[in-house]
């Protein structure tokens, strides 16, 4: 016979379990969270409010009902399902969908529930609606690409502004010695000298067209040995004319530091980046933007973020600024895509600094102080290059040996057409002109026999290159063509890549190029 106590202690305990069973389902339908517990064959056992309300059944209609086709309106669970992930391993886990019958995102996470053996019996299913996070992500990354694009824009304006300084004391110099050599003046030069110094102003020109096309990422990304303190050199001069004159230049570029493998389109993104950066953050006090180049042997450096430099020896640019500089919270979103302060400058293409630094197996490092200024170092190695091509070709103006055969020269502009052919002329040439694709397919199917080689620009109007290309290749697959253009070659590229029978070369080339690659298709004559 139970005592009296005994009987107060089982009531008290079955009022606390129910109590706690209470307690329980207050909870589990107060949760705003779409929860189930499942069976170990996907089917309810039980859901709470907020899953019923969500679904517009009572609780009691979606008993015994398969998870699988309630939640994702399928007959078998998907293969990413996290029941059979969790049935599989053993673990948590945790997916995020876009329900179609819901027409929202959910992130779901299934836990198990274990019997007094430790059997999992059961599951709870836990469906957690995102949508409104996942709207604000996607708004978020399209006012990201907007801020991109007008961050691309304001550098390619401060670009543009250095180019056309440039470029008109460029023209300034051709129209100068022309005018000489026109006029038969006598200016204490020979007209070769006066031509000379014309080529070399072209050459500029033409290294500015490059650089305009390598920061509008036209330019095919090619490994090559870079002369990392000319790339330095006229990046500096460049953008010397286009930022403000209260910013002054202090150069400390070391002539001995070795020529570096890199992509030369990517290192002048970030020398402009660097330097564009620094100016921004003197602002419109009076300032200074010190560039410094040296080799340097890393023994015990580390990064940025406090990891190691492997030991070597490193090229090791440095660009420092007496700008407003940066707090430490700063200075650890710098380099976060599309990150900008109100005092610090834009942090303009910081992002793909590091990138770009990072894909030539460099390191960087940065110090800063507010009110005193910031400093970026740069180590890119120094490498074996024996086997990287050079970045630029030898300029050597003359055309001394003679080539034969007859050449259908393609070109739409008519100055071009004109030079075109009296260097070809010069070089032993029987020259055929045409003004489009269309025009010079209509010379080869008259005189295709008598036609050695084709010389074809890739950008004309009426039928461009591309497509005389495509069409050439149809009629005669072992007939010589060389593409030329002032643009980048990535549209044809991939095109033209194992045809031996087809060469490219780039505008603007000396003749002695052009020559070299004429004798490699028709020889020299006998």
């Not at 070399?200 to 490994?223: E, F, I, T, W």
């Not at 200024?373 to 003359?398: C, M, R, W």
């Not at 057409?417 to 489009?436: E, P, W």
């Given at each position: 016979?139970?005592?009296?106590?005994?009987?107060?202690?089982?009531?008290?305990?079955?009022?606390?379990?129910?109590?706690?069973?209470?307690?329980?389902?207050?909870?589990?339908?107060?949760?705003?969270?779409?929860?189930?517990?499942?069976?170990?064959?996907?089917?309810?056992?039980?859901?709470?409010?907020?899953?019923?309300?969500?679904?517009?059944?009572?609780?009691?209609?979606?008993?015994?009902?398969?998870?699988?086709?309630?939640?994702?309106?399928?007959?078998?669970?998907?293969?990413?399902?996290?029941?059979?992930?969790?049935?599989?391993?053993?673990?948590?886990?945790?997916?995020?969908y876009?329900?179609?019958?819901?027409?929202?995102?959910?992130?779901?996470?299934v836990?198990?529930?274990?019997?007094?053996?430790?059997?999992?019996?059961?599951?709870?299913?836990?469906?957690?609606?995102?949508?409104?996070?996942?709207?604000?992500?996607?708004?978020?990354?399209?006012?990201?690409?907007?801020?991109?694009?007008?961050?691309?824009?304001?550098?390619?304006?401060?670009?543009?502004?250095?180019?056309?300084?440039?470029?008109?004391?460029?023209?300034?110099?051709?129209?100068?010695?022309?005018?000489?050599?026109?006029?038969?003046i006598?200016?204490?030069?020979?007209?070769?000298?006066?031509?000379?110094?014309?080529?070399?102003?072209?050459?500029?020109?033409?290294?500015?067209?490059?650089?305009?096309?390598?920061?509008?990422g036209?330019?095919?990304?090619?490994?090559?040995?870079?002369?990392?303190?000319?790339?330095?050199?006229?990046?500096?001069?460049?953008?010397?004319?286009?930022?403000?004159?209260?910013?002054?230049?202090?150069?400390?570029?070391?002539?001995?530091?070795?020529?570096?493998?890199?992509?030369?389109?990517?290192?002048?993104?970030?020398?402009?980046n660097?330097?564009?950066?620094?100016?921004?953050?003197?602002?419109?006090k009076?300032?200074?933007?010190?560039?410094?180049?040296?080799?340097?042997?890393?023994?015990?450096?580390?990064?940025?973020?406090?990891?190691?430099?492997?030991?070597?020896?490193?090229?090791?640019?440095?660009?420092?600024?007496?700008?407003?500089?940066?707090?430490?919270?700063?200075?650890?979103?710098?380099?976060?895509?599309?990150?900008t302060?109100?005092?610090?400058?834009?942090?303009?293409?910081?992002?793909?600094?590091?990138?770009?630094?990072?894909?030539?197996?460099?390191?960087?490092?940065?110090?800063?102080t507010?009110?005193?200024?910031?400093?970026?170092k740069?180590?890119?190695?120094?490498?074996?290059v024996?086997?990287?091509?050079?970045?630029?070709?030898?300029?050597?103006?003359?055309?001394?040996?003679?080539?034969?055969?007859?050449?259908?020269?393609?070109?739409d502009?008519?100055?071009?057409?004109?030079?075109?052919?009296?260097?070809?002329?010069?070089?032993?040439?029987?020259?055929?002109?045409?003004?489009?694709?269309?025009?010079?397919?209509?010379?080869?199917s008259?005189?295709?026999s008598?036609?050695?080689?084709?010389?074809?620009?890739?950008?004309?109007?009426?039928?461009?290159?591309?497509?005389?290309?495509?069409?050439?290749?149809?009629?005669?697959?072992?007939?010589?063509?060389?593409?030329?253009?002032?643009?980048?070659?990535?549209?044809?590229?991939?095109?033209v890549?194992?045809?031996?029978?087809?060469?490219?070369?780039?505008?603007?080339?000396?003749?002695?190029?052009l020559?070299?690659?004429?004798?490699k298709?028709?020889?020299?004559?006998?």
């Amino acid at each position: 016979m139970e005592t009296w106590a005994l009987v107060v202690a089982r009531r008290k305990a079955d009022k606390a379990v129910r109590r706690g069973k209470r307690d329980w389902e207050r909870t589990f339908d107060a949760l705003p969270d779409l929860i189930s517990i499942i069976d170990i064959n996907h089917t309810i056992i039980r859901v709470n409010r907020s899953m019923a309300e969500r679904f517009g059944l009572t609780p009691a209609k979606l008993v015994g009902r398969k998870c699988c086709e309630l939640v994702h309106g399928m007959e078998l669970p998907q293969a990413n399902c996290p029941v059979v992930g969790m049935t599989r391993d053993g673990l948590v886990h945790n997916k995020e969908y876009q329900e179609k019958i819901q027409d929202a995102f959910f992130d779901i996470t299934v836990s198990p529930l274990y019997d007094e053996e430790g059997k999992i019996t059961s599951y709870v299913h836990v469906m957690r609606d995102i949508t409104e996070r996942k709207f604000a992500e996607e708004e978020r990354q399209k006012l990201q690409q907007q801020f991109q694009q007008t961050q691309k824009l304001e550098s390619l304006g401060v670009l543009a502004g250095g180019i056309a300084h440039d470029f008109n004391n460029i023209l300034t110099i051709i129209l100068g010695h022309c005018y000489i050599v026109d006029q038969n003046i006598d200016s204490g030069m020979d007209q070769k000298t006066h031509v000379k110094h014309i080529e070399k102003a072209a050459g500029r020109a033409a290294s500015l067209c490059h650089q305009m096309l390598a920061y509008s990422g036209q330019n095919k990304m090619v490994q090559a040995r870079i002369n990392l303190w000319l790339l330095v050199d006229e990046n500096v001069k460049m953008l010397q004319s286009a930022i403000k004159k209260n910013v002054n230049f202090e150069l400390d570029l070391k002539f001995d530091v070795p020529e570096i493998p890199g992509d030369c389109a990517q290192l002048q993104q970030v020398v402009m980046n660097l330097i564009i950066n620094a100016a921004e953050a003197i602002g419109d006090k009076n300032g200074i933007i010190k560039i410094a180049l040296k080799k340097i042997a890393v023994q015990a450096e580390t990064d940025f973020l406090g990891n190691s430099i492997p030991p070597g020896n490193y090229a090791c640019l440095t660009v420092s600024d007496n700008g407003c500089g940066m707090d430490e919270e700063t200075q650890k979103r710098i380099f976060e895509p599309f990150f900008t302060t109100k005092f610090a400058g834009r942090g303009l293409g910081m992002s793909a600094v590091l990138g770009i630094v990072k894909s030539h197996n460099g390191a960087l490092q940065l110090s800063s102080t507010p009110g005193f200024g910031t400093t970026f170092k740069v180590y890119l190695p120094l490498a074996a290059v024996t086997d990287i091509a050079e970045t630029s070709p030898q300029n050597n103006f003359y055309v001394s040996e003679k080539g034969c055969g007859t050449i259908l020269l393609v070109e739409d502009e008519d100055a071009l057409r004109i030079i075109g052919s009296a260097l070809l002329k010069a070089m032993g040439y029987t020259i055929l002109t045409a003004a489009n694709g269309r025009e010079a397919l209509e010379i080869y199917s008259e005189r295709g026999s008598g036609i050695d080689l084709i010389l074809l620009d890739l950008v004309m109007p009426d039928m461009g290159g591309i497509d005389t290309y495509r069409v050439l290749r149809e009629i005669s697959p072992t007939l010589p063509i060389v593409i030329c253009s002032g643009y980048s070659f990535e549209d044809i590229f991939e095109e033209v890549e194992g045809d031996d029978q087809t060469a490219m070369i780039q505008k603007p080339y000396v003749p002695e190029q052009l020559r070299d690659i004429l004798m490699k298709f028709l020889g020299k004559p006998e």
